[in-house]
């Protein structure tokens, strides 16, 4: 090794160990808390509704979003933020309307920062029209005390809870889990490219509609009159759901499971994986698969069950 290189190695190595006496000097001196280091400054701003909505609109960017109902019938929005990007609050046209206002420099991102922001709307009542939210990054929690019209809500990274009834039920996210557990509801619309999704609990009087990219899907203790479940990777479990009409599943790679599950009529494609579980009722089946064994009851009455597969075994049993 030259001479030149071990010199300048020394020197990379000496300020090295500089570096870390300074940082353990420094958090010493904060008593090792990590927060004191943050340039970002948050605060709360409580705002004070006093006009009536009958429609609810949230746009922000990374905060967590949560719904209440107040206990003094009052309307209030509590925004735990960045104190120079604010949120604006308002209603418009009958909607209350919640709005990131983020005016700064791109330089001015660019910091270190160990809060989370969060958004917190106390109703003064249970019921309403509509409920959207648009954000990037954070999660959503939807209380069963509300009943509303429709749902819609698209999140980029977070997770979604979804307790309340409605009549139409729509959230998509990239990246996150998602859960409904809607006492009732007239359309559930569930999409995610990477996630898990999880419904259970819920009576769905229209067609329950599940994408999932990469994920896994469970329904639990489901009633609908369709279910109807698209995915690339990632397994189903079908646990107690009925199914007025009829349920389709297609799957790439995964598993199809059935467990006490039913509806008029079922179809089930998958390219690699397998298909197993239990029916409550008899089935005219037609089950073909490429390379994997089939082992399904020779019943001939009951609605059409067509399953097939790539590679992958076919076991149905009818309890």
């Known amino acids: 090794m030259k001479r030149s290189t071990k010199i300048w190695l020394a020197i990379a190595t000496s300020l090295l160990f500089v570096g870390m006496a300074l940082f353990a000097v420094t958090m010493a001196l904060c008593g090792w808390d990590f927060s004191s280091l ?75 920062n160990f809060s989370s922001q969060s958004i917190t709307v106390f109703l003064p009542r249970a019921e309403y029209a509509s409920l959207r939210i648009d954000e990037s990054t954070g999660d959503v929690e939807i209380p069963k005390d509300l009943m509303l019209q429709s749902i819609d809500i698209s999140v980029s990274t977070g997770n979604v809870k979804c307790y309340a009834a409605a009549e139409g039920i729509k959230i998509s996210a990239t990246t996150g889990s998602v859960r409904v557990q809607a006492p009732s ?17 819920t009576v769905c009087l229209g067609e329950v509609k599940v994408g999932v990219s990469t994920g896994k899907t469970e329904l639990t203790s489901v009633e609908c ?25 297609k799957r790439s790679t995964g598993d199809v499971e059935l467990d006490d599950a039913d509806a008029g009529e079922i179809f089930i494609e998958t390219d690699t994986g397998d298909v197993e579980g239990t029916l409550l009722s008899e089935k005219v089946f037609i089950a073909r698969s490429d390379t994997g064994d089939i082992d399904v009851p020779k019943t001939t009455g ?12 076919i076991n149905l049993k009818i309890k």
């Open 185 to 201: 509801a007239g359309a559930i619309d569930v999409s995610v490219s990477t996630g898990k999704v999880i419904i259970s609990n």
């Open 302 to 313: 009951g609605g059409r069950c067509e399953i097939t597969t790539d590679t992958g075994d």
């Open 225 to 249: 009159k369709s279910l109807t479940s698209s995915g690339s990777t990632g397994d189903i479990l079908l646990n107690n759901v009925i199914a007025e009409e009829g349920i389709s599943i």
């Open 38 to 112: 943050a340039t970002v400054e948050y605060s709360t701003t409580v705002h004070e509704i006093e006009e009536g909505f009958d429609n609810i609109s949230v746009n922000t960017d990374t905060a967590k979003i949560i719904f209440a109902l107040a206990d003094d019938g009052k309307c209030r929005v509590e925004c735990y933020e960045d104190a120079e990007a604010k949120h604006s609050v308002s209603v418009e046209d009958g909607t209350l309307v919640i709005t990131k206002v983020n005016e700064k420099k791109w330089y001015e991102h660019i910091g270190i």
